[in-house]
């Protein structure tokens, strides 16, 4: 046990140490083009229900974020010397060096489809995937003006393209679904993903980042919705729920599947699949490792309780407290992260080891690297 705690130092050591030291990255790309949920959202929910929700929470700066500070899309704006991503409902925005299209919320799956399945629980926002995929044919008019010129921009642009997943299946969860229904929402979800990701293709895209879902039963939401009194249904070695791990876990592994599909299908292109499970993990395993006092279960921002997740009172709304101390936790506000576990999975994706290549790998000296 001891020996295993010195090669997760070890590797600790050297990760930071490769980050560190590392040469910048090449100025490659031109523009970010951004979708998902609100692990990437950098304002469009805030602009999009402006004035039209009660008691919207306060987000601290910057602007809009579910988080003390930068997301991991923050970071690889950063790292490949771009500015940090507009939100695309900030309509008169230049959008030339990129956009962000994520919403707080969204889905891989259309609205419809909770609605044909009886899955009240949604928010009647209509935020897909395929919606923001429309934001996206807006915005492009306002950046190319013909398919050729279309294709040669975006072909030196990077996109990323997720998380998505993690919503619809919370969503089927607050639905009572069983672990056994809610399985069989992956396929529908990946293959969603799938085509999003073939609409890009073929606008001319050729770098694609995919990130896969977190690790659901780790996160406070989840362990305060969702307690059990079986000690079995608790993974021993993090303290995480292990139906909610199992399901994303079956969700990655589907997607990277058929994102090898279609990289054989588009061999002119790069997909990368960018590992958010793994690192989250390894918090939740050894949060000492990494610098979390606090470990990975126990959040920052919040009304209290064993996780401080109180629905009634979530972080930033009355009644809610934050820690003095953000970069000692993992968990902002009971579902999205600290700003320092962000950056730490954005230079794991940057530099490796949870990004399949590393986008350091696609770029250097100004050439795409196969």
Request: proline share 8%; aromatic share 14%.
């Amino acid at each position: 046990m001891e020996r295993g705690g010195v090669v997760w130092g070890l590797m600790w050591w050297w990760m930071v140490a490769v980050v560190v030291t590392a040469e910048p990255l090449p100025r490659y790309y031109n523009a970010i083009f951004s979708f998902g949920d609100s692990f990437s959202d950098t304002g469009n929910f805030v602009i999009i229900n402006s004035g039209k929700l009660p008691n919207m929470p306060k987000f601290p700066p910057p602007y809009a974020r579910c988080s003390n500070g930068r997301l991991v899309i923050d970071f690889l704006a950063e790292a490949f010397g771009l500015p940090l991503l507009a939100p695309s409902a900030n309509t008169g925005t230049n959008f030339s060096q990129g956009a962000n299209f994520a919403v707080m919320g969204a889905t891989a799956l259309d609205l419809q489809y909770f609605k044909d399945n009886n899955v009240w629980s949604i928010p009647p926002f209509n935020t897909s995937m395929n919606v923001q995929l429309g934001w996206f044919d807006q915005v492009k008019q306002t950046v190319c003006s013909s398919p050729q010129e279309c294709r040669e921009f975006f072909g030196k642009a990077l996109f990323v393209f997720g998380e998505f997943g993690g919503n619809d299946y919370s969503f089927a969860w607050k639905a009572e679904w069983s672990l056994e229904k809610v399985k069989t929402m992956v396929p529908k979800v990946v293959a969603s993903m799938i085509g999003g990701i073939e609409r890009l293709l073929d606008e001319g895209a050729r770098h694609v980042v995919v990130p896969g879902n977190l690790p659901a039963g780790c996160i406070p939401i989840t362990l305060t919705m969702y307690p059990s009194d079986d000690r079995a249904d608790y993974d021993p070695r993090t303290g995480c729920l292990k139906k909610y791990n199992n399901v994303a876990l079956y969700h990655n592994a589907i997607l990277r599947i058929a994102l090898d599909q279609l990289q054989r299908r588009r061999p002119d292109s790069r997909i990368v699949y960018a590992d958010y499970y793994t690192p989250y993990i390894q918090f939740a395993r050894t949060p000492h490792l990494y610098g979390y006092k606090r470990g990975a279960l126990r959040a920052c921002c919040g009304g209290g309780g064993p996780y401080n997740y109180n629905m009634s009172a979530s972080c930033g709304l009355p009644g809610a407290t934050t820690c003095d101390d953000p970069d000692a936790h993992v968990s902002w506000d009971g579902i999205h992260l600290t700003e320092a576990p962000y950056r730490f999975i954005a230079n794991t994706w940057l530099r490796g080891p949870y990004a399949h290549p590393p986008l350091a790998a696609l770029v250097r000296d100004d050439v795409v690297v196969y």
